[in-house]
């Protein structure tokens, strides 16, 4: 029923897609009306987009599924469904590894997650509405590419836990992780990160030939593709977030790191608040089962003060943008002391994070948390290393953080809950042997036993509160998301539903003008809509097949 609810909601969306500058771009270069492919042009254009234009496949897949007419609309609801469905299956494989503790409560969680959490982030972040998921080009991109990314991570994955596979499986698993780092830049480090999360938990005994080239493959395919020359050259055409001209290579990826961090931070705090908490619930519920106690909750001690001085020490680079920023260029308050403070600390968290992470490898039911991690932090890398804060370019590791920060605490929950039925189990054990024991000389340390099971039990533990918060924070706003699109596409398409009547009536020859809207009620909701331009309206008529003796104005 909840993925009948969710397609229904993802098909009301998409109901009567609006067309960005960019769709119009893809649906048209290939000089036909309603965007049917020349197949001559189809290996030429994707050369383009390589080695000139961006250096991603995904703008040609964009242009095959504008092609496809009145099932547009279909297919990007589409894609949004797969985005959640893809999740629910990555969180599903987490609550399988509970064995006994997959219970009915784990896969509520998995599910709510995974309808939730796309919607969530909406909540968190509402221009990646416009930007992102109503953009179709960019949806293509971003929200078909990470539920691909998320589906190829799960398959490498049950790979990994059967121990062997077929070799056409195998194969087949691989060329679709090489496709989806192909596909899109970003997703190609989330991919790295998997695999080498993979490769960490793999076991001695399970490094067969076949999954050693298995993820080289991947691997190499996944660093392989930024040799795309279009992607380089599409960096070379995008605007710094200000003036770094003058730096050298290393100080403009300091200072764009900075920018990054300290903005993220300032922008979203509540992402990386939750996803602090949900490591440390989690280090807090593995403690006592990891090799060397001691040290891992040292580690967990500075992870905590370096995350929490990561938060004071950003805050006070933002402060000096607002009171130096008229005085002193950005690029120098970004190279200030504070701010190299800030990449140390931030080193330190992100450092012990990974040691606690890899710590648990040894926990069958938390070992999964390793691969995920990776993930986040490979999609993060790029993001940080060209100082993009917000934006579509944080889409996916945005999204990422979430489906770590709900890993992290469903294993954290379920390992609570594992040593809370044990330590009932020992209690009423103990007192029913007890019960029976006759008044010996160690009744009274047995009481003491049965007394300590007992509270033991009985107490909630601070891993489950926090555990438990973070899912609350991590899910509850999909409401506040999922409500506030609904209104703000049902405002665009009230204005837009015209236009289509329009556009068909110019097609049949019965109209004289098109008469399209300069701006869309909702513009945040539709980011690159660009009625005004000239640019725009010409590619409308081609596409639709209107003649030029139809004109497309503006009102």
């Excluded at 790295?192 to 001695?204: E, F, Y």
Aim: aromatic share 8%.
């Amino acid at each position: 029923m909840a993925w009948i609810c969710l397609a229904a909601f993802w098909l009301y969306i998409w109901r009567t897609p609006i067309w960005s500058a960019d769709d119009l771009l893809f649906a048209t270069r290939s000089g036909t009306s309603h965007g049917r492919i020349a197949w001559d042009r189809v290996l030429p254009l994707l050369a383009d987009d390589v080695n000139n234009r961006v250096g991603r496949s995904a703008d040609m897949l964009a242009q095959f599924i504008f092609s496809t007419g009145p099932l547009i609309g279909i297919i990007m609801a589409a894609c949004c469904f797969l985005q959640s469905f893809a999740v629910w299956r990555l969180l599903r494989a987490v609550s399988a590894q509970f064995g006994k503790g997959d219970d009915v409560v784990s896969r509520i969680v998995a599910l709510a997650a995974g309808v939730a959490l796309p919607l969530s982030l909406l909540a968190t972040e509402p221009g990646l509405a416009g930007s992102t998921v109503m953009f179709m080009a960019a949806n293509v991109g971003y929200v078909l590419g990470s539920a691909m990314m998320v589906a190829a991570a799960v398959l490498l994955w049950r790979v990994r836990e059967r121990g062997s596979a077929p070799l056409w499986q195998l194969v087949l698993v691989v060329a679709f992780a090489c496709f989806v780092g192909i596909h899109h830049e970003l997703l190609a480090l989330g991919i790295a990160g998997v695999v080498m999360g993979l490769a960490v938990v793999t076991r001695r005994s399970d490094w067969r030939p076949s999954w050693v080239i298995a993820l080289l493959v991947v691997l190499a395919v996944s660093f392989g593709r930024y040799a795309a020359g279009g992607l380089w050259k599409r960096q070379d055409r995008l605007l710094r977030p200000f003036p770094i001209d003058d730096l050298s290579a290393v100080q403009q990826h300091r200072v764009l790191a900075v920018f990054a961090v300290s903005q993220s931070l300032g922008v979203h705090p509540e992402l990386y608040i939750c996803l602090a908490a949900a490591v440390a619930a989690l280090a807090w519920a593995v403690r006592r089962k990891v090799a060397h106690p001691q040290v891992f909750v040292a580690i967990l001690v500075v992870f905590v003060v370096s995350a929490a001085a990561m938060a004071m020490v950003a805050t006070k680079v933002r402060r000096n943008v607002t009171l130096n920023a008229a005085t002193l260029g950005r690029a120098e308050i970004y190279s200030a002391g504070s701010a190299t403070l800030l990449l140390g600390v931030t080193a330190v968290a992100v450092a012990a994070m990974v040691v606690l992470v890899v710590s648990v490898r040894t926990i069958a039911q938390a070992r999964i948390v390793v691969p995920v991690t990776g993930m986040m932090l490979g999609l993060y890398s790029m993001p940080v290393l060209l100082g993009s804060p917000y934006g579509r370019t944080l889409y996916v590791p945005m999204l990422m953080c979430m489906v770590a920060s709900v890993t992290m605490a469903m294993v954290a929950l379920a390992m609570v809950r594992a040593d809370a039925a044990q330590a009932a189990q020992g209690a009423d054990s103990a007192q029913g042997v007890g019960a029976s024991a006759t008044m010996a000389a160690g009744d009274g340390e047995r009481a003491n036993v049965v007394a300590e099971d007992g509270e033991r039990a009985s107490r909630v533990p601070a891993a489950a509160v926090a555990a438990v918060l973070v899912l609350a924070a991590s899910i509850g706003p999909a409401v506040q998301g999922g409500t506030h699109l609904v209104n703000a596409v049902d405002s665009n398409i009230v204005v837009w539903k015209p236009v289509v009547r329009q556009l068909e009536a110019a097609e049949m020859g019965s109209a004289r003008a098109v008469v399209i809207p300069k701006n869309l009620p909702r513009a945040d909701y539709a980011a690159d809509y660009t009625g005004v331009g000239v640019y725009y309206r010409g590619n409308l008529a081609k596409y639709c097949g209107i003649p030029a003796s139809i004109r497309i104005k503006t009102r």
